[in-house]
């Protein structure tokens, strides 16, 4: 379970340095609750992925994505509540996030996700 969540961060960077909104949505469920950064509530992994392809065709173009995992809580078999400070780089970016994962038919997907930059940390 846990290579298989790991392996969603990962997936999440490799589409941020790509630039490609759709890859870094890859790993949202199709009906993902999403809050950014800023407090705007994204609903559905085509929303994040429609959000995201405008930041990496504007201020986040040419940026690298880099996640840290420092909690995975099962909360059953099927469930998981996930801590990720990530960074983004050349941007001087620091965000922390909650996500909660999910195992369905496909896989592990992120099924919610508050991302947020903690005070200071600008």
Do not use: C
């Not at 790509?18 to 790993?27: E, I, P, R, T």
């Not at 407090?39 to 996640?67: C, I, M, N, W």
């Not at 909660?100 to 005070?119: D, Q, S, Y």
Request: aromatic share 10%; hydrophobic share 45%.
């Amino acid at each position: 379970m846990t290579e298989q969540i790991y392996a969603l961060w990962q997936r999440m960077e490799q589409g941020w340095a790509l630039g490609d909104g759709a890859a870094f949505a890859s790993v949202f469920a199709e009906d993902v609750d999403f809050v950014t950064v800023r407090g705007e509530e994204l609903f559905g992994r085509r929303a994040v992925a429609a959000g995201h392809s405008q930041l990496f065709a504007g201020p986040y173009r040419d940026t690298k994505l880099t996640a840290e995992i420092s909690l995975i809580r099962p909360l059953n078999s099927e469930i998981s509540v996930v801590h990720v400070t990530s960074s983004i780089a050349p941007a001087g970016i620091s965000t922390h996030a909650q996500a909660v994962v999910v195992r369905r038919e496909g896989g592990w997907e992120i099924a919610a996700f508050h991302n947020m930059i903690p005070k200071g940390k600008s």
